[in-house]
C-alpha cells in the first residue's frame, strides 16, 4: 500500500489568482511529495504528484479545500503508475 503511485488532477473554480499554485506547494512538501502544479490557459489548476497513495488522498483532501480565498468547485482526478520521474515538487509555466 506503500508503494508509490501517481495522482493526476484538474481543479476548477476560482483556483487562480488566490495562492493555488504556491498552497500545493507547500502541502506536497509538507507531505514529502514529488511532482509540480501548473495554471491551466482554461482557468484550472492541474497537479501531478507521486508518492505513497495514502499520503496522495490527503493531499487530494488538501486540493479539495484549497487556500482562502479560493474556491474549488471541482476536482477530477486519475490515479496511474508512478515514473520516478521527480525528485521535488514545483510550480510550472501555464499550460
Known amino acids: ?11 476548477t473554480g476560482r483556483v487562480q489568482g488566490v495562492g493555488f499554485r504556491a498552497f500545493t506547494q507547500r502541502c506536497a512538501a509538507n507531505l514529502d511529495l514529488v511532482g509540480w502544479v501548473r495554471n491551466r490557459w482554461d ?21 479539495r479545500r484549497g487556500p482562502f480565498p479560493g474556491t474549488s468547485s471541482r ?17 510550472r509555466m501555464s499550460g
Open 1 to 11: 500500500m506503500n508503494e508509490p503511485v501517481r495522482l493526476h488532477a484538474q481543479i
Open 43 to 63: 482557468g484550472s489548476v492541474e497537479v501531478v504528484a507521486e508518492g505513497p497513495q495514502p499520503t496522495l488522498d490527503i493531499l487530494l483532501k488538501d486540493l
Open 75 to 91: 476536482v477530477q482526478h486519475d490515479w496511474l503508475s508512478a515514473t520516478g520521474e521527480f525528485t521535488t515538487f514545483r510550480v
